[in-house]
């Protein structure tokens, strides 16, 4: 990728911006739920599409200058039109490297582009993995997900908020789960956008439905570990979580009781045994319901 000169990111913002002004003033309060019609609208406006990849080259420009994410993780974040699943009053800012908050109250957000990469660093997600999940929020995590793992992968995702849960889904092409589940929804690949890895939906308690996810993984030795990426903060170490793992399994949470004292946490079983790692202060929304 050849290096933009200095006039040419600001021209990519500004056209961002210019384009994201057409869904400016369309709803009456920002934090309510984004229409069906909004958001579809959103997905086939090319020219807005167009202008979110341009705008994401410095992006990805600035996280390989600073850190070592592999081209597959950087070419996810080019990709994965991340103005689909901002709100729609955000999407001037869907191409900066900064958290975007989805409700009035602060509980969700759609993380920083970087904070998901160093999480999928961490966890060493690679093509025909499994990942599981826990805080779907709109669906974007999920997304780069499924271009890291390829079509051999899978990505199974958890959100406690109902609506952000429908929002994640039509945001990811869901169609119903065939096991008739009525809290999974199975997603499609739905155009190139959306090329990779499967993708199941789940809405509940983060922790107690991942727990019964991992459960069903220990009763297929066939089946790859899975990765577990916790994308809220932890007050404390997930035990019940990490007594689930299994040889080869990974598990990344930020962990901490105060907003201004989190740190990423990355927890791997070998042989039999529990290593515990801390990789650096972070910070991320509190955890919403207990498992």
Excluded: N
């Excluded at 709100?87 to 993380?111: I, K, N, Y």
């Excluded at 996810?213 to 577990?228: D, I, M």
């Excluded at 979580?241 to 791997?268: F, K």
Aim: charge should be negative; include cysteine.
């Amino acid at each position: 990728m050849t290096s933009p000169t200095s006039t040419e990111p600001r021209a990519a913002v500004a056209s961002l911006a210019a384009l994201a002004s057409r869904y400016d003033g369309r709803r009456p309060d920002r934090w309510s739920p984004v229409p069906e019609q909004l958001d579809a609208a959103i997905a086939h406006d090319v020219e807005l599409a167009e202008a979110g990849r341009v705008a994401r080259a410095p992006l990805v420009a600035e996280l390989a200058r600073r850190f070592d994410f592999p081209a597959r993780y950087l070419d996810a974040i080019l990709l994965v039109p991340r103005e689909r699943f901002v709100l729609p009053e955000d999407l001037a800012a869907s191409a900066d490297d900064t958290p975007l908050p989805l409700d009035r109250a602060g509980h969700a957000t759609v993380s920083a582009p970087h904070a998901y990469l160093l999480t999928y660093s961490l966890l060493g997600l690679a093509p025909g993995d499994r990942l599981l999940e826990l805080g779907t929020g709109t669906g974007y995590g999920a997304a780069l997900a499924r271009r890291i793992l390829g079509p051999s992968g899978h990505v199974t995702s958890i959100e406690i908020d109902p609506a952000l849960h429908v929002r994640a889904a039509r945001q990811l092409g869901a169609r119903p789960d065939p096991r008739g589940d009525d809290e999974a929804l199975a997603c499609s690949s739905a155009g190139p956008s959306y090329e990779g890895a499967s993708v199941t939906l789940l809405c509940g308690d983060g922790r107690s439905l991942a727990e019964r996810v991992l459960a069903v993984g220990r009763a297929l030795p066939s089946e790859r570990p899975w990765k577990v990426a916790v994308t809220y903060a932890l007050a404390e170490p997930p035990t019940a979580l990490e007594e689930q793992l299994v040889d080869g399994g990974v598990l990344v949470a930020p962990v901490g009781a105060w907003e201004v004292h989190q740190e990423l946490m990355r927890v791997e079983r070998q042989q039999g045994a529990l290593l515990r790692e801390v990789h650096g202060a972070v910070r991320y929304v509190a955890e919403r319901g207990r498992g």
